[in-house]
């Protein structure tokens, strides 16, 4: 069992910037592949961004390409995303996910431990 923390989130104008930061800890040694997505309201989960256990595959939605970037503490279940060029269409709670196998998921789904969320709204 792993528990899935996110911190962070908060109320900025379009154009600035945060950085989210997801925890996972448990009865583990090991690293998993961890994700970021986000929901609107009334909407379903979106893939953000996503970072394999080793860290060195990462995937992005097209839509965050360029202004986002997800980063993992070495060795670790800690993952970050820092977030710039914030746009009033982020505006979502964004919740970490995390899985025990392998690959990059970009299904909800498809993950085994989710945190609770942390809000982001960006203002225009």
């Known amino acids: 069992q792993v528990h899935v923390v996110e911190s962070g989130g908060g109320s900025v104008q379009a154009g600035g910037s945060l950085r989210l930061s997801c925890v996972g800890s448990g009865r583990t040694t090991s690293t998993y592949t961890m994700a970021w997505f986000r929901q609107a309201p009334g909407k379903q989960h979106d893939f953000v961004a996503g970072i394999s256990w080793s860290g060195i595959n990462i995937e992005y939605a097209d839509s965050v390409k360029g202004r986002f970037t997800i980063s993992r503490e070495k060795d670790t279940n800690i993952v970050h995303v820092q977030m710039n060029d914030l746009k009033p269409e982020d505006t979502a709670d964004y919740y970490c996910?995390?899985?025990?196998?392998?690959?990059?998921?970009?299904?909800?789904?498809?993950?085994?431990?989710w945190g609770q969320g942390t809000q982001v709204t960006v203002s225009s």
């Open positions: 996910a995390a899985t025990q196998f392998g690959n990059i998921r970009r299904q909800w789904t498809e993950y085994d431990w």
